[in-house]
């Protein structure tokens, strides 16, 4: 069963620091795009930033340029999304998805997402 996971969510204050997760199983990542969006309550669902198969190459929305990296661990089959300086708006429940495979991002986005986890939440709140 493909499967993807998210952790590394919780309760942060501003400036803070947090590592999110995401582990495939069932499948390898290294044909795949991988994507980090986040959802906040009332707002669309919004792509963070993704990362390419083949390179490695990231992309990243303007909201989070410079305070985000993303991350990949062939080794362990995972993604990783730090988040550095974070800030209230950065509240939101993140998702990470895989993309069809051999796609490549579409900046921060994924065109074709195939798999998503179940997501986490993230809150920054002094």
């Known amino acids: 069963q493909l499967q993807l996971v998210e952790s590394g969510g919780g309760l942060v204050q501003p400036g803070g620091s947090l590592r999110l997760s995401c582990a495939a199983s069932g499948f390898t990542l290294d044909y795949y795009a991988i994507g980090w969006f986040r959802q906040a309550p009332g707002k669309e669902r919004e792509g963070v930033s993704c990362i390419n198969h083949s390179d490695g190459s990231p992309s990243y929305a303007d909201s989070v340029k410079g305070r985000f990296t993303i991350s990949r661990d062939h080794a362990k089959n995972t993604v990783y999304l730090q988040m550095n300086s974070l800030k209230p708006e950065d509240t939101a429940v993140y998702s990470c998805?895989?993309?069809?495979?051999?796609?490549?991002?579409?900046?921060?986005?994924?065109?074709?997402?195939?798999?998503w986890g179940q997501g986490t939440q993230v809150t920054v709140s002094s």
């Open positions: 998805a895989a993309d069809r495979m051999y796609a490549y991002c579409s900046g921060p986005d994924l065109l074709w997402p195939d798999y």
